[in-house]
């Protein structure tokens, strides 16, 4: 007989049983993201015929143009959790402020961090498209959660995750201890256990980057990609250039065939374009735990200060040695 997968709530109790003072509360919280992303997955499926492509006219706290589907994404996580009783607390990168949820407190020990919509530009195209989402523990029992209490260190996160949506629709997760990935089986409504602990290739030879910003990064960066063209069999270059426009959809094609993502910062804003809480730190946890490596091209991502809600990082993400050469060529090493 064949044997059939495990399906995500399966496989979180079985990993729940190796923690004997686990309440259940956290594996709760995975299941209802793995519901958002069966909401998010329903509609992007309809989309075009539900008058829910295009723009909603307003902008979001980045001052970028809101989708109609970055608006739908983001109300679907704030209803989902604000019923599920383990969130007290949501960030939005479509949100100024963070939602406080003082219905699931102080029963709810978790606080949540959501980029609802990556890769939001795709849209209207028919391509891939993601969800970022990062957890904190929240233990205080006084009082709700304050923002700053929400602008942590990325090692301060306990799960992080992503859900991409393309061919198929998959939740990838951890929480510290090795990376899995789960693929949505729509005839059954389940998340089947596909790719179990995940490992990211030491070396990839693919790249992706937006390279229209080529003639704005520092010199360091600009060496560094032009090393990838180099014809040069014996160190496997020069490398593909693969990019889709979505985070999520190019961090996991790395993720499981190795290869670099970089979206550093421009000489006049080297601050960088991607959202540290929302983005950068969940798909560095994610990444370290396969084995990869992530960077602002000086120092590890996940030792970043974090310093307000929506700050923004350069990000070199992927195989350990691709992103170690791109420091090397950002700190003049190279």
């Not at 495990?6 to 003072?21: E, K, M």
């Not at 402020?97 to 795709?122: C, F, Q, R, T």
């Not at 996160?157 to 990376?179: C, E, F, H, I, N």
Request: hydrophobic share 35%; with cysteine.
């Amino acid at each position: 007989m064949r044997e059939f997968p495990l399906t995500l709530s399966q496989f979180i109790i079985q990993s729940q049983a190796a923690y004997p003072g686990a309440t259940g509360e956290f594996s709760s919280l995975l299941t209802q993201i793995g519901l958002v992303g069966k909401l998010i997955a329903q509609d992007l499926r309809r989309a075009g015929l539900m008058n829910i492509l295009g723009t909603t006219g307003g902008t979001n706290v980045q001052g970028e143009t809101v989708k109609k589907l970055d608006a739908i994404a983001n109300d679907d996580f704030v209803r989902v959790f604000q019923a599920s009783g383990y969130v007290c607390a949501l960030a939005s990168e479509e949100m100024e402020k963070p939602v406080l949820l003082p219905g699931n407190w102080p029963h709810g020990k978790y606080m949540l961090l959501v980029d609802p919509l990556d890769g939001s530009s795709n849209t209207d195209n028919n391509m891939p498209l993601g969800a970022i989402f990062s957890v904190l523990k929240y233990d205080r029992t006084d009082r709700l959660p304050t923002e700053a209490e929400l602008i942590c260190r990325g090692t301060e996160q306990v799960a992080a995750g992503y859900l991409l949506y393309g061919s198929s629709t998959m939740l990838v997760y951890t929480v510290g201890q090795g990376v899995y990935g789960f693929t949505l089986e729509p005839g059954i409504g389940e998340y089947l256990l596909s790719h179990e602990r995940i490992r990211i290739p030491e070396k990839g030879t693919v790249y992706a980057a937006n390279e229209g910003n080529y003639c704005r990064w520092s010199e360091g960066t600009k060496k560094y990609l032009d090393s990838l063209k180099v014809n040069d069999k014996a160190t496997g270059r020069p490398y593909s250039g693969r990019y889709s426009g979505c985070l999520v959809a190019d961090v996991h094609r790395l993720l499981l065939g190795g290869g670099i993502y970089l979206y550093p910062g421009k000489v006049d804003k080297p601050e960088g374009k991607l959202r540290l809480l929302y983005e950068a730190n969940p798909l560095a946890f994610i990444v370290e735990q396969a084995g990869g490596k992530a960077s602002t091209g000086t120092s590890r991502i996940l030792e970043v200060e974090a310093k307000k809600l929506h700050q923004r990082v350069p990000l070199f993400i992927g195989s350990r040695h691709d992103v170690e050469q791109a420091e090397m060529y950002i700190q003049g090493r190279a």
